[in-house]
């Protein structure tokens, strides 16, 4: 199971209105998106500490995590690519449509989770190249 996790530190949390989940360097690796590629995130109350707290220390830091699952991702497009699935009888002949069967997009699916999973094992950092 590939899994990376990233956690971030936020350095007087308090003072945060807003969160963007992007950097000014960034190198796009590929993604599925529904809306947008990046989001905005809006901290809001709850961040703050206990007054107790915040009196003790004069600064104070949050963790934002984000875990990244490979297999998870997977998992998604496969689920994504077969609710579009339809039986052989369902299917409407139309000359100009191209059919593609389940199982070849299954086992091309298979074929680039175990070769990523086999990079991934030889140089974790592979895709920062």
């Known amino acids: ?12 949390h308090e003072d945060i209105n807003h969160t963007v989940d992007c950097v000014p360097v960034w190198q796009l690796l590929r993604f599925i998106t529904k809306d ?6 809006k901290l809001g109350v709850g961040w703050e500490l206990p007054k107790a707290q915040s009196k003790r220390n004069s600064h104070s830091v949050a963790q934002i995590g984000i875990s990244i699952s490979v297999a998870g991702m997977l998992e998604n497009i496969v689920n994504f690519a077969a609710s579009f699935a339809i039986t052989q009888c369902q299917i409407v002949p139309n000359l100009s449509e191209l059919y593609i069967p389940a199982t070849v997009v299954s086992a091309f699916l298979k074929q680039k989770y175990e070769n990523l999973q086999r990079r991934m094992t030889h140089n974790p950092k592979f895709w920062k190249n």
């Not at 199971?1 to 007087?12: A, I, T, Y």
């Not at 947008?36 to 995130?41: D, E």
């Open 36 to 41: 947008k590629p990046s989001a905005i995130f």
């Open 1 to 12: 199971k590939m899994e990376q996790k990233f956690v971030f530190n936020l350095q007087n």
